[in-house]
């Protein structure tokens, strides 16, 4: 088991710019999250997948987001046309879709995101 | 909606000291309750959760924490504090469909010598 792991970890950006990060899950995980953590705050849920669909997507996920989970295993998130706002800790997590276990969330260690 | 609040945004307490940190939550349905911890440049890890059955639960590190339907809290507690433990804490509730976790805004314990 050797965690989840999320690339890159730290992006910096201009303004403007698309971006594109990597989750890859602990390998037995069949669900997948994004959250966004703003400094000082809690993580917020983004959206899930189980498998390869994706289920649920927040509000917080406008139409500049985008998240794909395309054969069950990583995923990505693209965020296109970056603005300041979006600077934040993008946090990846799994789960063993499992009766019981799907509560557990493990975390990867993020990737900080700078827009300038 | 479900919610989450920890009132405590900072904690200092003495190293060997007691420790408890407050989470209320608001949920219409039967919790589940989670606390992690995270150090500067790390991943959340999972200390405790509550599902159901006993309602003090026991995790990792020495934590453990007491869910009160009542008062809709599901506080954290240590013993003993060591210096390895400052960090912040964040107390979470999970939905029925296991989807989606709400977390609280944080506490941030620092240790003093």
């Known amino acids: 088991d050797t965690g989840v792991s999320q690339d890159p970890r730290h992006k910096i950006t201009k303004r403007g710019q698309n971006v594109t990060f990597r989750c890859d899950p602990i390998s037995e995980h069949n669900r997948l999250y994004w959250y966004r953590q703003t400094l000082g705050q809690g993580p917020e849920f983004l959206t899930y997948f189980q498998n390869e669909a994706q289920l649920e997507k927040s509000r917080l996920l406008s139409d500049r987001f985008s998240a794909e989970r395309p054969k069950g295993s990583f995923s990505t998130l693209e965020i296109q046309r970056t603005e300041q706002g979006d600077s934040a800790m993008y946090l990846c997590a799994s789960s063993l879709g499992a009766s019981g276990r799907e509560y557990e969330q493990y975390f990867g260690p993020g990737t900080r995101l700078t827009v300038t | 909606a479900q919610s989450v609040t920890q009132p405590d945004i900072h904690i200092t307490v003495s190293e060997g000291a007691s420790l408890e940190l407050r989470c209320n939550y608001s949920?219409?349905?039967?919790?589940?309750l989670f606390w992690y911890v995270q150090s500067p440049g790390q991943g959340l890890q999972l200390l405790l959760k509550?599902?159901?059955?006993?309602?003090l639960v026991q995790g990792i590190k020495g934590f453990e924490a007491e869910f009160k339907r009542s008062q809709s809290s599901f506080n954290l507690r240590k013993p003993s504090v060591h210096w390895s433990d400052a960090a912040e804490y964040f107390c979470?509730?999970?939905?029925?469909?296991?989807?989606?976790?709400?977390f609280g805004g944080g506490t941030r314990l620092m240790v003093k010598p």
């Open positions: 949920y219409g349905a039967t919790p589940y």
């Open positions: 509550y599902f159901s059955g006993d309602t």
């Open positions: 979470a509730v999970g939905n029925n469909a296991g989807n989606m976790l709400t």
